[in-house]
């Protein structure tokens, strides 16, 4: 049966590293695909691109001074499938946790303090060890900042999804309106057939408004969370609305700006929206002064 090493002690029969009993989480750290007594060297990436190997006995004994300073959230430590260096398995945050970051424990530890070249197998431990917790500290990061993008997104959403089909919508109802126009049915009651354009290009407007409240915040989550790994579209999905792919977010800037480029398509609906009556407007009012219908 695998050896294990549990939290602040030496290793036990069960093949895990198991959490103090004071410890924060009841997670269970395994251990059991770390390299043991007599197995080969273990080949690490290190600083700058070089790449060194690591005697197991030494990674071994690198975790078993790390034990103390690990964190709650650390499920399971492995040797990486590409060979190289080792892979982290991690309980989910929430996002609402503080940013992971070093205990202060590890710097007070006297074992684990940088020390000179004089004595080899010392240092290659405590720089094991010091590379370890750095690329742990880099990858819990990395997957809180994604969760962090979620939870902030979860929050900004709120009721998008319907006011997304609101505009949808409208926008269906006043591309009707104004197809009816070209029609010989628009030509009988023309004055009752522009009254119902101009209700659905007011309900197309107040539509887009709306969306674009929601809009404006969510852009501001994707601008914050900038240096996630997520997209917009994946992170919106993981936050439970896969259907934002088809959502027309502009980007945060836009929603402050009075200024829009004729030709870029990164505005918002409220501007898109007065683009599109503008140019409705305009057709009507040449139609009616040709056609002698123009009213002054």
């Known amino acids: 049966m695998p050896r294990t090493i549990a939290l602040k002690a030496p290793l036990d029969e069960s093949g895990l590293w198991r959490k103090a009993p004071d410890a924060p989480s009841p997670a269970v750290l395994d251990t059991a695909a770390l390299p043991r007594q007599g197995a080969p060297d273990m080949p690490v990436d290190h600083a700058l691109g070089r790449t060194v190997t690591v005697p197991a006995d030494e990674v071994r004994e690198a975790f078993a001074r790390l034990a103390p300073h690990l964190p709650a959230y650390l499920l399971k430590v492995e040797p990486s499938p590409s060979g190289f260096g080792l892979r982290f398995q991690l309980a989910a945050?929430?996002?609402r946790e503080k940013c992971p970051a070093m205990p202060s424990s590890y710097y007070d530890d006297p074992a684990l303090r940088v020390v000179g070249k004089d004595d080899p197998r010392e240092f290659r431990i405590r720089q094991m060890a010091d590379q370890v917790m750095s690329e742990l500290l880099q990858e819990a990061c990395r997957e809180w900042r994604d969760a962090s993008y979620v939870a902030d997104l979860k929050q900004a959403v709120a009721d998008t999804p319907d006011r997304w089909k609101t505009y949808e919508r409208e926008a269906k109802a006043l591309e009707s309106a104004y197809a009816y126009l070209r029609t010989p049915e628009a030509a009988r009651e023309w004055p009752a057939a522009i009254s119902r354009l101009v209700d659905a290009q007011d309900r197309t407007r107040t539509a887009a408004a709306r969306f674009?409240?929601?809009a404006a915040e969510i852009a501001r989550v994707h601008e914050k969370?900038?240096?996630?790994d997520l997209?917009?579209?994946e992170a919106l999905t993981r936050a439970g609305f896969p259907e934002a792919a088809h959502w027309h977010i502009a980007s945060a800037d836009s929603y402050s700006s009075s200024y829009f480029s004729s030709w870029s398509s990164d505005v918002p609906l409220t501007e898109q929206a007065r683009r599109l009556i503008e140019q409705q407007d305009t057709h009507v009012t040449k139609v009616g002064r040709l056609s002698g219908t123009a009213t002054t």
């Not at 969370?225 to 996630?228: C, G, I, V």
């Open 93 to 95: 945050f929430t996002g």
């Open 212 to 214: 674009d409240d929601r």
């Open 225 to 228: 969370h900038l240096y996630a």
């Open 231 to 233: 997209g917009h579209t």
